[in-house]
């Protein structure tokens, strides 16, 4: 973290390299929007694992479960009782994650259900309480940074079990015959001291923390939410411009995700972050590009969920980080985790296909970003690139016969190669002749591949820049 608390971006990092120049121009570095946060390794990083885990392991009918079976307090109490991960395995955890290429995380220290992984002295509806019978937060956090990774906490500005959580559009019981008298003892005031309390904690006991991951905001009347009477929450409720202050005097360099309704103010976030949704284009804010990360499941639930089949194969996956990183994003990937504190078998799978692949590949991932546009992209590839290195990455994401056409790539590359196993990649300008029946597009360079895809679930060409 920089003195005046501001981030660098890829604007300093360009000046302060040796081809600073030439990458200056390339890399439209000064158009990215800078942050209060330190977000310097988090676009080299690229790639996280979101971790849903709470009392809704048992169920494994969706995180949301308490919002669509309308579950009070009472009804949802016997999960508390029986929550016992007997086979939570933290220092595996990591270990799935490293291997998966991942970076960082961020762990859900209390989901909207009310929850806390911690041992939070401010309540008693936390895991030590269970028959775990101890902090899930310490170890987890421990095994992770053993493992290199950063770490980052998601946090839910909603509780549906706190007492003091007004009865809202949201919350599970909304439809309750005498929902407005069961409001009258609540005072959100004393709710949100609780919220800034417990953000105090986790801010100030478990050392240097990366990433803060607020959830979420759905202000009355803003933001595409109904006008009132129609109730729902947004920083009023949360205080989020005193709990931005908090968050940032006890974690300066901590970089924030932009769920607080703070974004009009522009030390009010850090980073983007569309969810389930595979962005056009990198991701603006008021015409600016900005730091950006995309969440997504592997199956069609955060929290985990037995009997969900909407599973993503591990091509698509990785599909879905090359993408993200050729718009200049990062990926945050969930695992929900069973109640028996295991990852889904399901998940492991994938996450071990995705470390197979990232083994030979990660070199088109870490560091990398959009492809200046200079760089007119082939039918059915992503470009990645990586400015300090100069080096282009072409991911083809379908295989095709025999050669591909770079567009006013000639003259530009100086050597190409497979990255999975750095065989050579034969490259000559295209010609028109007799064998080709379509004229080649100007100054094209044709560069000739095997018939037979490469044993990698998306193959890469990397391209050395003159
Ligand atoms: C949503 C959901 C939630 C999930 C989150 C992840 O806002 O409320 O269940 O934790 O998105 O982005």
């Given at each position: 973290?920089?003195?005046?608390?501001?981030?660098?971006?890829?604007?300093?990092?360009?000046?302060?390299?040796?081809?600073?120049?030439?990458?200056?121009?390339?890399?439209?570095?000064?158009?990215?929007?800078?942050?209060?946060?330190?977000?310097?390794?988090?676009?080299?990083?690229?790639?996280?694992?979101?971790?849903?885990?709470?009392?809704?392991?048992?169920?494994?009918?969706?995180?949301?479960?308490?919002?669509?079976?309308?579950?009070?307090?009472?009804?949802?109490?016997?999960?508390?009782?029986?929550?016992?991960?007997?086979?939570?395995?933290?220092?595996?955890?990591?270990?799935?994650?490293?291997?998966?290429?991942?970076?960082?995380?961020?762990?859900?220290?209390?989901?909207?259900?009310?929850?806390?992984?911690?041992?939070?002295?401010?309540?008693?509806?936390?895991?030590?309480?269970?028959?775990?019978?101890?902090?899930?937060?310490?170890?987890?956090?421990?095994?992770?940074?053993?493992?290199?990774?950063?770490?980052?906490?998601?946090?839910?500005?909603?509780?549906?079990?706190?007492?003091?959580?007004?009865?809202?559009?949201?919350?599970?019981?909304?439809?309750?015959?005498?929902?407005?008298?069961?409001?009258?003892?609540?005072?959100?005031?004393?709710?949100?001291?609780?919220?800034?309390?417990?953000?105090?904690?986790?801010?100030?006991?478990?050392?240097?923390?990366?990433?803060?991951?607020?959830?979420?905001?759905?202000?009355?009347?803003?933001?595409?939410?109904?006008?009132?009477?129609?109730?729902?929450?947004?920083?009023?409720?949360?205080?989020?411009?005193?709990?931005?202050?908090?968050?940032?005097?006890?974690?300066?360099?901590?970089?924030?995700?932009?769920?607080?309704?703070?974004?009009?103010?522009?030390?009010?976030?850090?980073?983007?972050?569309?969810?389930?949704?595979?962005?056009?284009?990198?991701?603006?804010?008021?015409?600016?590009?900005?730091?950006?990360?995309?969440?997504?499941?592997?199956?069609?639930?955060?929290?985990?969920?037995?009997?969900?089949?909407?599973?993503?194969?591990?091509?698509?996956?990785?599909?879905?980080?090359?993408?993200?990183?050729?718009?200049?994003?990062?990926?945050?990937?969930?695992?929900?985790?069973?109640?028996?504190?295991?990852?889904?078998?399901?998940?492991?799978?994938?996450?071990?296909?995705?470390?197979?692949?990232?083994?030979q590949h990660s070199r088109s991932i870490y560091g990398c970003t959009a492809?200046?546009?200079?760089?007119?992209?082939?039918?059915?590839?992503?470009?990645?690139?990586?400015?300090?290195?100069?080096?282009?990455?072409?991911?083809?994401?379908?295989?095709?016969?025999?050669?591909?056409?770079?567009?006013?790539?000639?003259?530009?590359?100086?050597?190409?190669?497979?990255?999975?196993?750095?065989?050579?990649?034969?490259?000559?300008?295209?010609?028109?002749?007799?064998?080709?029946?379509?004229?080649?597009?100007?100054?094209?360079?044709?560069?000739?591949?095997?018939?037979?895809?490469?044993?990698?679930?998306?193959?890469?060409?990397?391209?050395?820049?003159?």
């Amino acid at each position: 973290m920089e003195e005046g608390g501001r981030g660098r971006t890829y604007g300093d990092r360009a000046r302060n390299c040796r081809h600073s120049k030439e990458m200056r121009e390339v890399t439209m570095s000064d158009e990215i929007r800078a942050t209060t946060g330190d977000s310097t390794w988090f676009v080299q990083d690229r790639l996280g694992m979101f971790i849903h885990w709470g009392l809704y392991a048992l169920p494994a009918r969706h995180e949301w479960i308490r919002n669509y079976e309308e579950i009070s307090n009472e009804d949802y109490e016997k999960y508390f009782q029986h929550f016992d991960p007997d086979l939570y395995d933290p220092d595996r955890w990591a270990e799935l994650a490293a291997g998966a290429g991942m970076k960082y995380f961020v762990i859900t220290t209390k989901h909207h259900e009310g929850f806390c992984l911690w041992d939070s002295k401010l309540t008693d509806y936390k895991a030590p309480n269970t028959p775990a019978g101890r902090d899930l937060l310490g170890p987890m956090v421990q095994a992770f940074r053993a493992q290199g990774l950063r770490v980052g906490f998601y946090h839910s500005l909603i509780d549906w079990h706190h007492p003091d959580f007004t009865i809202d559009e949201v919350h599970p019981l909304r439809n309750h015959p005498d929902r407005k008298k069961l409001n009258e003892p609540r005072d959100i005031r004393k709710y949100t001291e609780y919220l800034h309390g417990q953000v105090r904690e986790l801010l100030s006991e478990y050392g240097k923390v990366d990433v803060m991951w607020f959830d979420f905001s759905y202000p009355p009347g803003r933001r595409g939410f109904p006008p009132p009477p129609w109730e729902g929450k947004g920083r009023e409720d949360w205080q989020s411009a005193e709990l931005l202050k908090l968050v940032r005097s006890l974690q300066p360099g901590i970089l924030l995700n932009d769920r607080l309704d703070l974004t009009d103010d522009p030390a009010g976030w850090d980073i983007r972050t569309p969810e389930q949704i595979t962005p056009r284009a990198w991701v603006t804010f008021d015409g600016q590009r900005v730091v950006w990360e995309s969440c997504q499941t592997f199956s069609g639930s955060w929290g985990y969920h037995r009997d969900e089949e909407s599973w993503k194969s591990t091509e698509m996956l990785v599909q879905m980080l090359i993408d993200t990183v050729s718009k200049g994003g990062n990926l945050l990937l969930n695992v929900g985790p069973t109640g028996r504190g295991e990852f889904d078998y399901r998940a492991v799978e994938r996450l071990e296909g995705m470390g197979e692949w990232m083994r030979q590949h990660s070199r088109s991932i870490y560091g990398c970003t959009a492809a200046p546009e200079e760089f007119k992209v082939p039918r059915d590839c992503r470009f990645t690139y990586n400015p300090e290195t100069r080096r282009l990455y072409l991911h083809l994401f379908a295989w095709p016969c025999k050669m591909i056409e770079l567009e006013g790539m000639a003259g530009k590359i100086e050597y190409a190669q497979l990255l999975n196993d750095a065989s050579e990649i034969q490259m000559q300008v295209s010609e028109s002749s007799a064998d080709h029946f379509d004229a080649p597009p100007a100054e094209s360079l044709t560069l000739t591949l095997p018939v037979k895809k490469p044993n990698a679930t998306v193959p890469v060409v990397e391209l050395y820049l003159k």
